[in-house]
């Protein structure tokens, strides 16, 4: 869905380095995938094919945190949006 969207924050040696990967098109869905020792994010389209996808070593993430979309925007997203615009 449209605003889906997975930060992942990664150890780089004494430093830390942060990634967004978010559906940008309407149907696109961001998918997680763990297993021999890589983590790989995904964003894909209604048919299941990658449109773009990022890959990490497992043990050099420090978060891994999914931010999915909202239904209806909270009011304070609606002012955020819109500052002229208040409630």
């Known amino acids: 869905m449209v605003g889906d969207r997975v930060e992942i924050v990664v150890d780089a040696g004494g430093r830390t380095q942060s990634w967004d990967i978010e559906a940008t ?15 790989e994010v995904s964003e894909v389209t209604r048919g299941g094919n990658p449109v773009r996808t990022a890959r990490f070593m497992s043990s050099r993430v420090l978060a891994l945190v999914e931010h999915p979309a909202a239904d209806r925007p909270t009011e304070d997203e609606i002012t955020r949006l819109h500052p002229a615009r208040s409630a």
């Not at 098109?25 to 983590?39: D, F, P």
């Open 25 to 39: 098109r309407a149907g696109r869905r961001v998918e997680i995938t763990q297993g021999r020792g890589v983590t």
